[in-house]
């Protein structure tokens, strides 16, 4: 178990360090300058490299980057905010982004087992198809559309949320965000469960519990749906990941002063230094989450961690 | 338990194509290599089709396709306008179709809640346009939604096929190779793929497409590098449980060069998978390329793809909600066949799903 | 066991993402608002409250909101004295006195003449970099500017000085007629120098780190805020005046959105994009607000030899249907406009609006496709092509990427043979592609930085870092150095006579192709009146503003 979880946090580190020097590479093929206003003339403008360390040869940007992107120094804003360390800009957004992004994942997980559940239940009955119908509507209607509708019946006709996000209430205006951004989870995890349920349904110790005398709602609950749910973790790893970059349009259009719509905003205005540190902080989270998976799998499952040390 | 357990992990497809994690594809022992398997290709393939056909949700699936294909060939050209054409005379115009304008719906009448109260216009009458119809109505520069739909729908699907061709014939290869030599140049070539999988796919396709100049071979090379990933975990997979098998052994016997045994012998036996994996891979293409459209970095005008059509009738949502209903028909349509398509081919294929 | 422990773990994960939900109660909405408040939507975020460092109208208002500077702006624009006393010139015009009012800071200190100095002496510091130091270099003319911000000289021979705590003196290199409307303009401001130093590097990045000395003072803010709020300053030395109780600003940036938290009541006045105009426009809160912006495009003439030639810029110039653009298009009350510098900003020594007159160039410029297809018959002949294809960059926003493809459309229609694409990016990579001359068409806009054709006129001379076309003409060059420093400095209305001339030189060769005026359509609530909206500097000024009870 030791080896096998030393690998897997090797392998991460070292994942960790290719993206630093894949966003390096990108940022140094990104078009344009953070400081190119109309109003700057030439001398300005190279003060201000200077003064950033821009006008440094690549290599020796480079090696500080990697040092400073290590010991969590972003360096600041130089655009979007201007001269804000961008650690303070992130500090404030993250836990916002993280919430909504947590109740989106709750509510699509929650949901999107019922839906499976009973997919999987009432197979090839009109059910599974209402199912399969519902979960395929959650993926092929963008999270931005679904946004606006929420925002426009339940925000402006109904009033029962607040179509913006306020930090004066955070709960009741983080619910139409996180719906919005659920169904993409939802309509996965119930596909997903389908599946399991009817391949967990059709396994011999279901034939073998069934023969015991178990049935109805003890069978499916206790045996089947427990067995069908370990894989699920699996998936939703990378959709959480996933909802981040969901969030993205859905911050934007609730006004939610989250991490997405920062990226976002640093995207548009050239703010070179928040585009890397964003891109490296959903990175860094993003293996953070697969490792933690992969290891509780092979905490849950021997077989896989087996497997994995024997190969 | 164990056998069910592999055929579980490997079966599943979410829309969005899921990303195994390699430890999901080892094999346990030889056990668990279903050696019984019969691959003589007339026949599989006959068993296939009838199962398919027997699934009805996949079969409907397909006509969708069928029909949308068709209409994306033909349907830029059905009513004289042209998908670029602009007319600001005749904008914001609601749908209207002679003949069935008669019933009272699609008769050009719109419904626009204004700040000072609900009210019904026909712009048509209005603007004194009694010959022209819009059948899907008209955009805010006044060009024809019909058009510019079946237009974007042909664009949304040429980027994501060929996306996904491409996808699949590298993340093919790549599995087959590391999973048939094995050793050392699996190892190698797994943690590459590792690594490719940690790298947060939406964000390096937002940031190379701020790189790279806007358009329909720029999208098909963002969406592609990124998503051969899965399609070479399932062909490793594959790989792994034909390599050892008689007809494979018999051909190295005879020398049989590996590449020719790769490619030859043994790709032919593994199109089933990697097929229904391309029917789950469209879907997220078309859906991808909406996304970047909306984030600005999608097709430039005045092309249009079914992304950049549903974000252009986002802006006037709240207006002129009829603009957004039709591709956004359209795409929700194309999603659903595919995915039916591809559950229908799954369970075609996976012999054990046959009973239920 | 292993399956029962999966289990719980999942279903813990499922319950802590939940957990969180029902765990903080939903607090009510208007519990504080039952203040005189204003509730004001904003596109972007503020992107700097320090004032020599800010550039952009929405940090402008909101530094201006809590900080007064010597002048500020009258309901028309005009400048009256603010934090100065009086002032007075010399008979050359070379050296300005303010004497200072009696004004305090919120920390408590006096505001004096150094607070002045320190601020100016930083918008040159070019440690400082600050974006607009040219406002007191190039437009304000003050002593050894120039000089401080290339590093030749020490900032401290900035000619300003404090004579006592409350006398500030100002040398300049030039009479500069428009003088004292700088002074509202942000980089003018005073910063507190004690109270600077205190803050180090996190000076104006929350309430603690800044300091009002004006009418309404920060309370809450966090850098790139989607939402902050400011209340009335009690201590203003004007502050009878203010009759709200504070302001409530809320981003938001997509416009739907915006519009229904209006109609909801949630706002008191918000942007509306053009495609919601018809949703809005027979409401009598609906009102179209001129911007000052002058959009315009810019063609390559250096880098692409087919618009070199004059009958083809002629014929690109007369093929656009400027009014269709501003009133199908946009609709949210843009001018037509058919003047290099764009009407309602600048007004003349006689008291008329420099381009009122918009059809004072009509041979030269207008809408007229049978002329473009003349010009550009003539234009094919002299390069001896058939056709051309262009390149156009513009603004990833919607209102350019709506205007470029009307633009493209009826370029393509009524000039055969060219075809024009679009290159769609961020608006800062446009601005540098057109900075680079890597471009053959560009889309791009003018914002008037003070009430004086030269703030655009001064663009066009050779070798002006925003002459993205680089055209060059000396005649031009000369009348413009001669209205800057030159002879005519002095003589407003032989300056300008001189600056019409200039104006149809450009035109004349069609140098820019000007588009229109860009106007904001806003929502302003019924309730709410005297907010003060201007082209130039300082775009909203709530110091008047009133909201009726409800």
């Known amino acids: 178990m030791k080896k096998y979880i030393g690998k897997r946090v090797l392998t991460s580190i070292f994942t960790l360090l290719v993206i630093l020097l894949v966003l390096f590479i990108l940022m140094q093929l990104m078009p344009g300058s953070p400081f190119n206003d109309e109003k700057l003339n030439d001398t300005q403008r190279a003060t201000l490299y200077a003064k950033y360390g821009l006008d440094q040869p690549v290599v020796v940007q480079f090696f500080k980057y990697v040092k400073n992107m290590l010991t969590g120094d972003f360096g600041v804003s130089y655009n979007i905010s201007k001269n804000t360390p961008i650690s303070q800009l992130i500090a404030t957004r993250l836990p916002i982004s993280i919430r909504i992004g947590g109740m989106a994942v709750g509510l699509g997980a929650l949901v999107g087992l019922v839906l499976g559940l009973i997919a999987a239940l009432n197979h090839d009955t009109i059910w599974d198809t209402i199912c399969t119908i519902i979960s395929v509507i959650g993926v092929s209607v963008p999270s931005y559309v679904f946004a606006l509708i929420l925002s426009y019946q339940f925000g402006f006709k109904l ?130 989450i697969m490792l933690v998976v992969d290891i509780l799998y092979g905490v849950i499952d021997p077989r896989i961690r087996l497997a994995k040390e024997g190969s | 338990m164990s056998k069910a357990k592999t055929q579980a992990v490997q ?94 719906i699609f008769n050009g009448d719109e419904k626009m809640s204004t700040s000072t109260g609900t009210k019904t216009t026909n712009l048509y009458e209005e603007e004194g346009l009694d010959d022209t119809y819009y059948w899907f109505g008209s955009d805010r520069y006044g060009r024809d939604i019909w058009t510019r739909t079946w237009q974007g729908a042909r664009v949304s699907l040429i980027i994501a096929v060929a996306a996904t061709i491409i996808d699949m014939v590298i993340g093919m290869s790549y599995g087959l190779i590391s999973g048939y030599f094995g050793g050392k140049v699996d190892m190698v070539m797994q943690r590459i793929l590792e690594i490719m999988n940690g790298i947060p796919r939406l964000v390096i396709v937002t940031l190379l497409l701020l790189i790279l100049k806007p358009g329909m071979l720029t999208i098909i090379f963002a969406l592609m590098l990124t998503e051969w990933v899965g399609m070479s975990r399932i062909a490793r997979a594959e790989m792994l ?93 194309l999603m659903l066949s595919f995915n039916l398509i591809g559950d229908g081919l799954r369970e075609a294929l996976d012999p054990k799903m046959k009973e239920m | 066991m292993n399956k029962a422990r999966a289990f719980v773990a999942a279903a813990a994960a499922s319950a802590m993402a939940l957990g969180a939900v029902p765990a903080v109660p939903a607090m009510t909405a208007l519990a504080d608002d039952a203040a005189n408040d204003l509730s004001i939507m904003m596109e972007t975020p503020v992107e700097s409250l320090d004032p020599q460092q800010a550039t952009d109208g929405t940090s402008f208002e909101v530094i201006a909101d809590y900080t007064d500077g010597l002048m500020q702006m009258d309901a028309d624009g005009q400048p009256v004295n603010a934090l100065a006393e009086s002032y007075e010139t010399s008979d050359d015009g ?38 607009y130091a040219y406002m007191l270099s190039d437009i304000g003319q003050v002593k050894n500017a120039a000089e401080i911000i290339a590093g030749e000289k020490d900032k401290s021979e900035l000619g300003v000085t404090a004579v006592d705590d409350k006398t500030l003196k100002v040398e300049l290199n030039a ?62 030395y004007d502050a009878d005046r203010v009759k709200l109780s504070g302001l409530d600003y809320q981003v938001i940036q997509d416009s739907q959105q915006a519009l229904m938290s209006y109609q909801a009541g949630d706002l008191d006045t918000t942007l509306v994009n053009g495609d919601q105009v018809d949703q809005v426009k027979d409401d009598p809160a609906f009102r179209a607000i001129g911007a000052g912006y002058l959009w315009y495009v810019s063609p390559n003439m250096a880098k692409v030899p087919e618009l070199a030639n004059e009958n083809i810029r002629k014929a690109l110039t007369f093929a656009i249907d400027r009014t269709a653009i501003a009133e199908d298009v946009l609709k949210d009350g843009s001018l037509p406009t058919f003047t290099a510098v764009p009407p309602q900003f600048a007004t003349g020594p006689d008291g008329s609006d420099f381009s009122g007159d918009q059809d004072k160039f009509k041979d030269v410029c207008d809408s007229d496709p049978a002329k473009a297809a003349e010009f550009w018959q003539k234009g094919l002949e002299e390069l001896g092509i058939d056709s051309l294809d262009l390149e156009m960059v513009v603004d990833a926003d919607d209102a350019p990427q709506k205007v470029a493809t009307v633009l493209q459309e009826q370029w ?139």
């Open chain 1, 159 to 288: 009033k029962w949320f607040p179509m913006l996000y306020s930090a004066k209430q955070a709960m009741a205006s983080s619910w139409l965000p996180s719906i919005s951004l659920s169904m993409f989870t939802m309509a996965t995890i119930a596909r997903f469960t389908r599946t399991e349920m009817m391949e967990v349904l059709d396994s011999d110790y279901m034939l073998l519990a069934e023969s015991k005398g178990l049935s109805g709602r003890k069978l499916i609950f206790s045996h089947a749906l427990r067995n069908a749910l370990i894989p699920i973790i699996t998936v939703l790893a990378p959709l959480i990941v996933d909802l981040m970059t969901g969030s993205l349009v859905v911050e934007k259009i609730f006004a939610i002063p989250g991490v997405g719509s920062l990226l976002v905003n640093a995207i548009q205005s050239n703010d070179y230094n928040v585009v890397i540190s964003l891109a490296f902080i959903y990175s860094a989270m993003y293996i953070a």
């Open chain 2, 11 to 104: 079966t599943f497809t979410p829309q969005k194509p899921y990303t195994p994690v390699d430890s999901d594809f080892v094999l346990k022992s030889d056990a668990a290599i279903e050696v019984d398997r019969n691959f003589a290709s007339q026949s599989v393939w006959k068993d296939v089709t009838t199962r398919f056909r027997r699934k009805k949700s996949g079969v409907v699936g397909l006509w969708i396709v069928f029909i949308i294909i068709f209409f994306a060939i033909i349907g830029p050209h059905m009513n004289g306008y042209d998908y670029s054409a602009q007319d600001l005379k005749s904008k914001n115009l609601a749908p209207r179709v002679p003949g069935i304008e008669r019933m009272g």
């Open chain 2, 241 to 333: 449980k034909l390599k050892e098998q008689e007809f494979v052994l018999a051909s190295k016997t005879l020398g049989a060069r590996p590449f020719h045994i790769i490619f030859a012998e043994i790709l032919p036996n593994i199109i089933g998978p990697i097929i229904t994996q391309v029917m789950f891979s469209i879907p997220t293409a078309i859906f991808t390329e909406a996304f970047l459209s909306f984030v600005g970095l999608g097709i430039p005008v005045p092309q249009c793809s079914l992304g950049s059509l549903i974000s252009d009738g986002y802006n006037s949502f709240t207006t002129h909600p009829y603009q957004i209903v039709a591709p956004i028909v359209v795409m929700a349509l």
């Open chain 3, 94 to 131: 070379l050296t300005w006195t303010f004497k200072l009012r009696d004004a305090k800071w919120s920390n408590g200190d006096p505001v004096t003449a150094n607070d002045f100095v320190f601020g100016w002496q930083r918008a040159v510091d070019p440690d400082v970099a600050s974006e």
């Open chain 3, 175 to 236: 009479p500069v007629s428009y003088f004292l409307s700088l002074m509202y303009f942000p980089t003018y401001y005073p910063v507190n120098e004690k109270f600077f130093e205190s803050c180090a590097d996190t000076f104006g990045t929350s309430p603690e780190t800044v300091l009002s000395n004006g009418a309404f003072v920060l309370d809450s803010y966090e850098p790139a805020a989607t939402e902050f709020h400011l209340t009335k300053n009690p201590d203003y």
């Open chain 3, 412 to 550: 393509q229609t009524n000039l055969p043979g060219l075809t024009v694409t679009l290159t769609v990016e961020p608006k800062k990579q446009r601005v540098q592609d057109m900075q680079d001359g890597n471009f053959q068409l560009g889309l791009t806009r003018w914002g008037p930085d003070y009430a004086d054709p030269m703030t655009y006129l001064g663009m066009w001379v050779t070798d002006n870092s925003n002459n993205y076309g680089l055209w060059s003409n000396s005649d031009y060059d000369s009348i413009i150095e001669e209205c800057t420093t030159g002879d005519l400095a002095t003589d407003a209305e032989g300056r300008w006579a001189k600056l019409y001339d200039a104006e149809q030189i450009v035109m004349n060769e069609a140098v820019i192709f000007p588009l229109y005026t860009q106007s904001n359509a806003e929502m302003i609530s019924p309730a709410v009146t005297g907010i003060e909206y201007h082209p130039v500097a300082l775009n909203r000024v709530y110091k008047d503003a009133e909201k009726a009870a409800e």
